[in-house]
């Protein structure tokens, strides 16, 4: 067979085109984070996304479309999943016009610079807010059609989360099924999702299966902890073995679309998580469990390991949920499911160690000392002076031509200062205070080639926190010029610290 020169040229292109199908399917999972918004003391748009960069958070997800959480998020790579919130369904579902508004304001005004890859049309619709059931998948087709005009619709994918609730006699996985009676939406709405490269949304708790099975789920299974292989569940129909409650959760949905015919729909988890403080009446609702559930769960996702139906299908994952939300209603656990306080601290250090991965146990609880804003500068140089002086921190950084001596000011300096003595503290309480013009933060303030001890750097290395000036009892008292608590003289930070280096390195020797 001769073949010409256009039909290699298809040929190409078909194998290309295979190529990257092929790739597709084996895309790697990720884990992200949920956003939720209900604290009295919510951060700023900027320290949210500051957390999410020192945190190493490339997904989230929002439960709504926040124009100046957007605009934060703008050219930071971050990947974002943002939601049609569920008072709006009716309106969207029924108005063609008022969908293509809606795509107008929240996703045409914030693309490229905000990478928008999903929109989440409401929340649990079907068992949150039944009524608006019969126009959620005209929803997902008005909002499809307006991505469509605007060429966005190869981008941003168009789905919607589901409670696990709707997924019946979801053991064994196999003989799992969709309550029929929202056949009339499951069945156009996988048409939609099959026919747009969309994802299945599930929210998958295994906490809540746990507790209301009554101790006929072992603690262990629904933590993805190794259990004693009696304990092991195996479907008898599949003969599968599943380790952990997670897994079979997310097999009984692939069951349950292939139940009605649909067997190339992939699955995202929009929401688990662990609660870490409940009532007295939700006993596991602990920090131990919860750090063991997620470091579990984020482990068992990056893996890439997949379900015991499809091993290694990319199931990627969005824990629930960035902070801790204390202005949520209901029992103590329900404000207890973030795994970060209003001020970025951690609720635990999670059990991940491969540094610059997400959330890895030696990059959280990272905080930084700074000078206060608005302080007052004599303050700051006073205390500067004390920190390079009796404080014994290295400030040669700060020398003329050295990484930190730009910008020339007292409270970049100062800020450089203030934290590596609070870092050589090991951060403890008190270490970072300098009589009140110093604050902790989770932000890094390292600057160009100014990196801060304490800094977890872009390739994810801590900097070096051992390199501090030489040590010695002796210079506590004597060893440097202006004394911490003393009236700032005229004297130049410069020269106290040049005083300072060269006094302590004279007495070194
Ligand atoms: C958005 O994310 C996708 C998926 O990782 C990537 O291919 C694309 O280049 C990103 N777009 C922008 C503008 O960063
Ligand atoms: C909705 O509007 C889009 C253009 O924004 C159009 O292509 C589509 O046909 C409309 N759909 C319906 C059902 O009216
Ligand atoms: C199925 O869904 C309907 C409508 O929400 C509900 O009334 C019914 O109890 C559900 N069935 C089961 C077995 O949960
Ligand atoms: C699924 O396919 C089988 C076999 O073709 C058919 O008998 C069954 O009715 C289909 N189910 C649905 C819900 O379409
Ligand atoms: C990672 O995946 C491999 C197979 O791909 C599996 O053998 C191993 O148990 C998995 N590890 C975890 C922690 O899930
Ligand atoms: C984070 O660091 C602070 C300061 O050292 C400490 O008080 C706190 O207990 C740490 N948090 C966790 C979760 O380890
Ligand atoms: C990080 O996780 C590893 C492995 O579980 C553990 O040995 C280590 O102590 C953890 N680090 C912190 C700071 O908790
Ligand atoms: C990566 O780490 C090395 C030290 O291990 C450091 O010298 C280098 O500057 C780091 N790169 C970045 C981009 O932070
Ligand atoms: C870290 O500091 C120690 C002690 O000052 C030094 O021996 C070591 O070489 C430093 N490591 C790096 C990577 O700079
Ligand atoms: C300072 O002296 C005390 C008591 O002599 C000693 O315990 C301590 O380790 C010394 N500290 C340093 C930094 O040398």
């Known amino acids: 067979m001769v073949i010409n020169t256009s039909q290699m040229a298809l040929l190409l292109l078909l194998c290309l085109l295979g190529v990257a199908s092929a790739s597709t399917s084996n895309e790697e999972s990720f884990i992200g984070v949920n956003i939720g918004t209900a604290l009295s003391d919510m951060p700023s748009p900027t320290q949210v996304v500051a957390l999410l960069k020192a945190q190493n958070i490339r997904h989230v997800r929002l439960y709504d479309a926040d124009r100046a959480m957007l605009t934060a998020l703008a050219n930071t790579g971050i990947h974002v999943t943002i939601s049609v919130p569920n008072d709006q369904i009716l309106g969207i579902g029924q108005s063609n016009a008022t969908a293509a508004n809606w795509v107008s304001r929240n996703v045409i005004a914030h693309v490229p610079a905000t990478n928008i890859t999903a929109i989440a049309v409401g929340s649990e619709v079907l068992t949150t807010l039944p009524n608006a059931a019969p126009v959620l998948v005209s929803a997902l087709k008005f909002i499809y059609s307006a991505l469509v005009a605007a060429n966005l619709d190869a981008q941003i994918k168009v789905s919607t989360p589901h409670s696990s609730s709707i997924i019946l006699d979801s053991f064994p996985p196999s003989q799992a099924f969709f309550n029929r009676t929202w056949n009339p939406v499951m069945i156009p709405l996988l048409k939609f999702l099959q026919s747009t490269g969309s994802h299945l949304m599930l929210n998958a708790y295994p906490y809540y299966d746990y507790i209301q099975a009554n101790g006929v789920i072992p603690l262990d299974y629904a933590l993805f902890q190794p259990l004693q292989p009696n304990k092991e569940a195996v479907d008898a129909n599949t003969l599968l073995h599943y380790t952990n409650v997670f897994d079979a959760l997310v097999d009984a949905s692939y069951f349950a679309m292939s139940e009605l015919n649909f067997t190339n729909v992939p699955v995202v988890v929009t929401e688990t998580g662990w609660p870490s403080k409940g009532d007295s009446n939700e006993p596991d609702a602990t920090t131990d469990n919860a750090n063991t559930y997620n470091s579990n ?112 000011n007292v409270i970049a300096h100062a800020t450089f200062a203030f934290n590596s003595y609070y870092q050589r503290m090991a951060k403890s309480l008190g270490a970072c205070d300098f009589k009140g013009v110093a604050a902790i933060t989770t932000t890094d303030p390292s600057h160009g080639s100014c990196v801060v001890l304490g800094s977890v750097g872009r390739n994810g290395t801590f900097t070096n926190t051992t390199s501090l000036a030489p040590s010695s009892n002796s210079t506590t008292t004597s060893g440097c010029p202006v004394p911490y608590s003393a009236p700032v003289g005229a004297g130049s930070f410069t020269a106290s610290l040049i005083m300072c280096v060269l006094v302590v390195s004279m007495m070194a020797l």
Request: glycine share 8%; proline share 9%; hydrophobic share 35%.
């Open 297 to 408: 769960l984020i482990r068992h996702v990056l893996n890439n390991t997949g379900t015991p139906k499809h091993p290694g299908i990319a199931v990627s994952t969005f824990i629930y949920e960035l902070y801790n939300e204390d202005s949520r209603p209901g029992p103590v656990s329900e404000k207890n499911w973030g795994l970060f306080d209003e001020n970025g601290v951690p609720t635990y250090i999670l059990h991940l160690t491969s540094a610059g991965t997400v959330l890895a146990n030696d990059t959280a609880n990272q905080t930084f000392c700074v000078a206060k804003e608005g302080a007052d500068p004599k303050l700051l140089q006073a205390a500067l002076d004390w920190a390079c002086g009796p404080g014994r921190v290295d400030c040669s950084p700060m020398l003329q031509g050295k990484p930190c001596y730009e910008p020339d």
